[in-house]
């Protein structure tokens, strides 16, 4: 509730005007007003975006249902303006709720009540989680971290059958939400796999662990996704191509249970291998162009490079700052380090939970790696065991006979949280560079009030622009940052980087009426830096094209009217 209440603070600014800090949290609120207006429950394409086309969009409904709740059940009471507010900044606040309860009991079943208050103390003020919990941060992003928190809970329950079918609900749910649930659904699979080889009395959470996410995942999908979704092919999200390699999993794990006595751990071995082997080869007839690993490979040249590219937190480490790197693997090598001395600190089935999580979190270290945006679920992974370091340590910093170490090492533990370790690490290594130029905030709702007065229209406007304008216009637009509107975003992209007659003839094609452009906005920086002779970069110099008339507008926005040819 401290949390809570301080968070509510920091962004009380921010809160009335509903002031998101990332484009995905506005298309959510475009894509939840959609759904109260009447678009169906089956249908998230977004239809004002490239009219008359529409945008595809593969969100789940899931993340919608408590902001639509709470927005229908605030609505007959504060109106429809105050409901969107209060529901913007409460659920995410609902769902730190939730990770907060399911860490602390996933910490104590595997080291006690103290080292799980601990968790929780330290899962409060961990920048890279609470990051993903701030009011208004209502995209899908805080939903896998806390199902990753409920399948952790799974795989400690002291009733194995029981922690397979939590853990199996959990990640079916986050396969629903995001594709990006797929490492992790391997990463549980394997370490119940290896608990069921090791010892017979974990084989229920496997067996239990395999028939609840083949049996579930299926049925969710239809439900979620309509009949047709079964047999649909796509590489970014679940569908056809990933739902028929669980329903194997499933199958072939019940038919070598049945067929096989589990009681050696050979056995046990066969089991696991033929479960695991009906789904990988059940993915090698499905995948198709999935198999490359790359969900974002039908995306055109121009696109990957000036759009996907730019997208840091999708990318690999290597392609980050050595800030980014620091605070990537930081906690995560900490917590690694202190769950396995943990382990070794420990016997029978305590050991045993340690080198589980160990596992688990290793694995999510290398999601992290991969992709800087999976850095929160490797850090949640890791309180445990740096909960379990401090407190170790700091019983053997009372136990000194030297006040001085009493007291100064107790205090200098407080180096070893996360918070402090990101908080040292970026004053040592962060850039300083004095030219360097900050974007402004132009899906701002006063920023963006000139185009309130226009009537209803289509804009030509950058990506990163075009969800603010969904939600506070009636406006339609051409793109915006999604990667399956793959026509739109090139669209908009070729257009800001070729020179004004290429330029004026894309945007025509388009049927916009305006271009829209904001100074500051670092995608224009970019196109413009791309192609100096390009209409982004025209734009920015205050020399427009003739087929373009300057309106008056105050502030960063610029707009201007599409001559007719």
């Known amino acids: 509730m401290l949390c809570s209440a301080v968070m509510l603070w920091l962004f009380r600014a921010d809160i009335p005007t509903l002031a998101f800090r990332d484009a995905d949290d506005a298309m959510r609120l475009a894509q939840i007003r959609d759904w109260v207006g009447g ?11 490239n009219p008359p086309l529409g945008g595809p969009m593969h969100w789940s409904r899931i993340v919608d249902m408590p902001i639509i709740a709470l927005i229908l059940l605030f609505k007959p009471l504060l109106g429809a303006a105050c409901a969107e507010i209060l529901a913007c900044a409460i659920v995410p606040l609902l769902l730190l709720g939730g990770l907060t309860a399911a860490a602390f009991i996933a910490a104590r079943r595997i080291a006690g009540p103290i080292v799980a208050l601990l968790s929780v103390a330290l899962l ?79 084989a229920p959470r496997f067996i239990a662990f395999a028939l609840t996410l083949g049996g579930v995942a299926l049925p969710l999908l239809v439900l979620l996704r309509g009949p047709n979704a079964a047999m649909a092919s796509h ?120 080198l589980m999580i160990a596992s688990l979190l290793l694995g999510a270290t290398g999601v992290a790696i991969l992709v800087m945006r999976a850095l929160s679920v490797a850090h949640l992974f890791a309180l445990p065991g740096i909960a379990w370091l401090l407190t170790d340590l700091f019983r053997r910093l009372r136990a000194s006979s030297h006040a001085f170490i009493r007291v100064a090492g107790s205090a200098a533990l407080a180096l070893l949280t996360p918070v402090a370790m990101s908080i040292i690490w970026v004053i040592i290594t962060a850039p300083a560079d004095p030219n360097e130029e900050a974007g402004i905030n132009c899906g701002a709702s006063q920023i963006l009030a000139p185009l309130r007065t226009l009537p209803s229209t289509t804009l030509f406007a950058p990506l990163d622009i075009g969800p603010p304008i969904l939600i506070r216009t009636s406006h339609a637009i051409i793109g915006t940052g999604h990667h399956r509107n793959t026509a739109g975003i090139t669209t908009v992209i070729q257009a800001f980087v070729d020179s004004p007659d290429k330029a004026r003839a894309i945007i025509t094609r388009t049927h916009a009426t305006y271009v829209v452009t904001c100074d500051g906005l670092n995608e224009l920086r970019l196109y413009a830096k791309t192609s100096p002779v390009g209409l982004a970069a025209l734009l920015a110099r205050g020399t427009p094209p003739a087929w373009l008339e300057p309106l008056p507008a105050k502030g960063p926005l610029r707009l201007y009217r599409i001559r007719p040819e």
Not at 41 to 49: K, P
Not at 314 to 328: A, D, F, M, N
Request: proline share 4%; charged share 10%.
């Open 39 to 49: 678009q169906t429950f089956w249908d998230v394409s977004q239809h004002r975006v």
């Open 124 to 202: 409060l003020t961990t920048p890279s989680i609470l990051v993903q919990f701030t009011p208004l941060r209502i995209d899908h992003h805080g939903w896998q971290i806390l199902l990753a928190a409920v399948a952790l809970c799974g795989a400690t329950d002291d009733k194995p059958a029981r922690g397979g079918i939590i853990a199996a609900l959990a990640l079916a749910l986050w396969l629903q939400i995001s594709s990006e649930s797929l490492p992790y659904v391997a990463l549980f699979g394997a370490a119940f796999a290896l608990r069921h080889w090791i010892a017979r009395d974990q």
């Open 235 to 354: 590489c970014d999200a679940l569908s056809y191509v990933y739902v028929w390699p669980l329903v194997a999993l499933a199958i072939a794990t019940l038919a070598a249970t049945r067929l096989i006595d589990a009681s050696t751990a050979n056995s046990r071995l066969a089991i696991a291998l033929i479960g695991g082997g009906a789904a990988l080869a059940t993915f090698a007839l499905t995948g198709g162009s999935c198999l490359s690993g790359d969900p974002f490979a039908t995306i055109g040249p121009l696109a990957h490079k000036l759009w996907y590219l730019r997208v840091m937190e999708g990318r690999p480490i290597w392609e980050q700052l050595l800030t980014i790197r620091g605070l990537i693997l930081m906690p995560a090598l900490l917590g690694l380090a202190a769950s396995i001395s943990a382990a070794r600190a420990t016997q029978g089935e305590a050991r045993m939970l340690w």
